[in-house]
């Protein structure tokens, strides 16, 4: 049950084998929550069938998107996978201490992302998420096939089931990601209004409020007294305004 609510994010996967071999290994480790993100293939092709073997239902009901955000709709915890995360303060994380984070909510909705077999994740996909792994591999060949990237991670996950599913699940729930996503919409919205953020360099800032939130692990009641609070100045900012027309 550990295992329930957590979705394997494929990103504009290219080949149909490495997509049927990735159903098959998540059915070797009990998950079955697979969602494409603009998938380059056939994820029902004859090539990713017989690759699935017997795990062919987890490629009938994959999930298809258009973006990522939409793959995250709901997750209260999402990690990345990447090579590199670029003049961010967030680390690269090792998959066996850091994938159990996942599973601390049973049940609750949390994701794993993968990138593109030939580039990975982009910048903007990396902002999404809240903690990154890095699998180490030889300095002689660093580079990892997607499927087996994607086994590696479930065979973590699995293993910490059996100690999570035993463990007493927090009596606080972190808040899902669209929730989080509105308060950084509504708070750069209102940091472009009074000036503090300017259009040109809006992005760059918000990343850096993006990643002081993210380690703060923000639960569902502490978003919603953040944008209340946000709610409020824009209220007194126009009851000024209002004030000064009068």
Not at 25 to 46: R, T
Not at 133 to 162: D, F, M, R
Request: negative net charge; hydrophobic residues 45%.
């Amino acid at each position: 049950m550990a295992l329930a609510g957590l979705r394997i994010v494929l990103v504009e996967p290219a080949g149909e084998l490495n997509v049927g071999a990735i159903a098959r290994v998540m059915k070797n480790f009990g998950l079955n929550q697979l969602v494409l993100v603009n998938p380059q293939c056939d994820p029902l092709s004859i090539e990713a069938l017989r690759m699935a073997v017997h795990a062919k239902e987890i490629l009938a009901s994959a999930v298809t998107v258009a973006t990522l955000p939409a793959a995250l709709q709901g997750c209260v915890k999402v990690v990345a996978t990447a090579g590199r995360v670029p003049s961010w303060d967030t680390p690269l994380e090792n998959p066996r201490t850091t994938l159990p984070w996942l599973l601390e909510e049973p049940e609750q909705p949390v994701a794993l992302i993968f990138g593109r077999e030939d580039r990975g994740l982009s910048n903007e996909e990396l902002n999404l998420a809240q903690r990154f792994v890095h699998i180490p591999t030889s300095e002689n060949y660093l580079s990892l096939n997607l499927a087996t990237a994607v086994g590696i991670c479930c065979y973590e996950l699995a293993q910490y089931t059996k100690i999570s599913e035993t463990s007493t699940p927090p009596t606080t729930a972190p808040a899902p990601f669209d929730a989080v996503e509105a308060y950084y919409q509504q708070l750069e919205s209102l940091l472009l209004e009074i000036g503090y953020l300017y259009p040109h360099t809006a992005a760059s800032r918000m990343e850096k409020f993006r990643q002081l939130y993210n380690r703060a692990r923000l639960q569902t009641t502490e978003v919603a007294m953040l944008r209340g609070i946000l709610q409020q100045v824009k209220w007194a900012l126009k009851n000024h305004k209002d004030h000064d027309l009068g």
